[in-house]
């Protein structure tokens, strides 16, 4: 019986022990920028957002298909309904925007940019929130 006890309590601290060590499994996002832009599509750009304190919680990808460009942003730290937004202007031409609260990403933005340059962009959460645009980029 003391052999009994001893091994359950050895097995039992031996199980605590791995369920308090082991890291927590990060949130995945199912969806990606690929198939979100559709069949075709193939990045060219990316740009990651991070709290000030150093946490990672988006990402911005510029993808682009022959013709046209895409823009989406992926949220990757709660996958809880947030604040996000994707933007595309193309040179000479109004800004493109999708926004608001989502899961998993915002976007597609779509734009067509033939022999002109774009600035692409997005944003995670409001306040205090983090954003980025591209300045001109991508001419051609």
């Known amino acids: 019986m003391n052999k009994l006890v001893k091994t359950l309590a050895v097995a039992g601290a031996a199980a605590c022990a791995l369920a308090v060590s082991a890291p927590a499994q990060a949130a995945s996002n199912p969806y990606n920028h690929e198939s979100v832009c559709g069949s075709g599509y193939y990045n060219i750009d990316h740009h990651d957002l991070y709290t000030s304190s150093g946490i990672k919680v988006a990402t911005i990808w510029l993808d682009y298909n022959g013709s046209s460009n895409c823009v989406t942003t992926f949220e990757y730290s709660t996958l809880a309904e947030v604040f996000l937004k994707a933007t595309l202007q193309v040179e000479g031409s109004t800004t493109k925007v999708d926004s608001g609260d989502f899961k998993y990403y915002a976007g597609p933005v779509r734009a067509v940019a033939p022999g002109k340059c774009v600035k692409w962009g997005g944003q ?17």
């Open 124 to 140: 995670w959460d409001v306040d205090p929130g983090v954003s980025w645009t591209s300045q001109w980029s991508h001419c051609g």
